[in-house]
């Protein structure tokens, strides 16, 4: 385990996980998007690929996918971004949320040694089922990065049991069902669901997929160890796009109030 995750895991506070994708709208605005996120109080960062054919993703993140496409970003663009996002100076653990046909496009290899030299942390693979995941799992650990593990309220108790046991980095919990995007309300069960996940795991248990406003986080404080927010802090790039690309240092300031808005007191 690295230095960043050791913080992470240790951390007192609620832990705030927040999703963009990488190139939305250009390379400059993700880092300046990221350092951003850490300023208010992010914990780590979940940084996307932009794919042409993604399997998790609603339609906020599908256009922003598309934006970041017409940038010309893939993954390997991604991971290098990463190193220049920690000369930059950002701290927080950084996970590359990808789908598998892109890492056998570039090398599970050449990624995995391009992600450990550029300051990558974990890795999150939505389209890899558990049951096929040893190979990665073992050169993840070989490089000193986390694979990710999903788990959803349809997960069996067995299996919800073994995964929380050997979770890495943090244990990301789907509150619902299908693609991503905001949702108005929650499934039933579903704290249930997280206590039964936070009984086994080993590290922080952090629920997504829908979160988009600081009393549906509150809801979930005490059954969750953190949340994940990624269609809502997306689809605001989305609306600050043209200011991002002309007039960013307004941009940036609106977007960090938006942050502010959306997180829990004690979550910053």
Not at 25 to 40: G, K, N, Q, R
Not at 83 to 93: C, D, V
Not at 129 to 147: D, K, R, T, V
Request: proline share 4%; with cysteine.
């Amino acid at each position: 385990m690295n230095k960043r995750w050791e913080v992470f895991q240790h951390s007192s506070d609620y832990r705030f996980t927040p999703y963009i994708m990488a190139g939305d709208p250009c390379e400059e605005a993700t880092i300046e998007l990221s350092l951003a996120l850490e300023e208010c109080g992010a914990h780590a960062l979940e940084l996307g690929v932009p794919y042409s054919d993604p399997l998790a993703d609603g339609p906020v993140i599908q256009r922003a996918g598309m934006r970041g496409l017409e940038q010309n970003m893939n993954l390997e663009k991604t991971v290098k971004l990463v190193a220049k996002l920690r000369e930059r100076g950002l701290k927080i653990p950084v996970i590359i949320f990808t789908y598998y046909n892109l890492l056998l496009q570039l090398g599970e290899n050449r990624f995995l040694k391009l992600a450990e030299n550029s300051g990558v942390d974990g890795v999150l693979v939505p389209d890899l089922p558990y049951e096929e995941s040893g190979y990665l799992q073992e050169m993840c650990s070989e490089h000193n990065l986390a694979l990710i593990s999903l788990v959803s309220p349809t997960t069996r108790e067995e299996k919800l049991a073994k995964l929380s046991r050997e979770a890495e980095g943090f244990l990301y919990c789907i509150s619902s069902l299908g693609v991503t995007g905001v949702r108005s309300e929650f499934r039933a069960g579903l704290d249930d669901f997280l206590k039964a996940a936070k009984r086994n795991s080993r590290v922080p248990v952090l629920v997504g997929f829908g979160l988009s406003t600081r009393e549906q986080i509150q809801q979930f404080d005490g059954s969750s160890d953190g949340f994940i927010v990624g269609s809502a802090i997306v689809k605001k790039i989305e609306e600050l796009e043209s200011d991002l690309l002309t007039n960013r240092e307004e941009a940036i300031k609106t977007f960090k109030s938006y942050i502010e808005s959306l997180l829990p007191v004690y979550s910053r």
